[in-house]
């Protein structure tokens, strides 16, 4: 999600509104609501990881060069979601789940495989005022927590006492924050987001 959409929608996401979003979109994407430092920060992907300030809110994404050249490929810069449970992708199966050291995940392309100890489920859309949320609960633990990584990205994990950090950080470094979920519109002619993370 790019800089100048999250600070168009920031007057949307500071005011309630008494209208609920009816049920999910077919396609959306992420973004990070807390009073801290990653506040409207668009969630990326990249090597099987979710992140917050990775890419300038960029996500990474495949296109096989056949296809680039014939101009079929979906746009790629987002991270779409087209259910709790699932990245947008033309390549099916790209599940996303939660490792043993409560990382957020997703799984390769045509591939359910993941890691071992790593879970799927928790993961529910949950509607809201203006923009739904994108939420987890699971083994008693609730939402995520953004940990820093480096030159101010942050990996996204559960929200866990258990959560592992990167680089062996303590969990105080961490900030907890939950997932703005908001409808994202295809072009024309596209029938998901990405044609694989």
Not at 3 to 29: C, E, R, V
Not at 102 to 109: K, M, Q, T
Not at 145 to 170: E, H, M, W
């Amino acid at each position: 999600m790019k800089q100048s959409t999250i600070l168009a929608l920031i007057p949307f996401l500071a005011g309630a509104n008494s209208l609920t979003t009816p049920q999910k979109p077919a396609h959306f994407d992420l973004m990070a609501v807390s009073d801290g430092p990653v506040q409207y920060r668009a969630l990326a992907v990249s090597s099987t990881f979710f992140w917050l300030g990775k890419g300038d809110g960029y996500t990474d994404s495949y296109c096989p060069p056949n296809v680039e050249k014939a101009g079929r490929c979906p746009p790629g810069r987002d991270t779409v979601l087209k259910d709790a449970n699932t990245l947008d992708t033309i390549v099916p199966d790209q599940v996303i789940y939660v490792d043993s050291n409560y990382a957020v995940r997703y799984s390769g392309p045509k591939s359910v495989n993941i890691d071992s100890g790593g879970k799927t489920g928790g993961f529910k859309y949950v509607p809201g005022s203006r923009y739904g949320q994108w939420a987890y609960q699971g083994d008693g633990f609730d939402d995520f927590l953004a940990c820093p990584y480096n030159n101010g990205i942050y990996q996204v994990f559960i929200n866990s006492p258990d959560a592992t950090p990167p680089r062996g950080q303590k969990l105080d470094v961490c900030v907890p924050f939950t997932a703005g979920a908001l409808e994202y519109d295809l072009p024309a002619n596209v029938t998901a987001a990405a044609w694989e993370y």
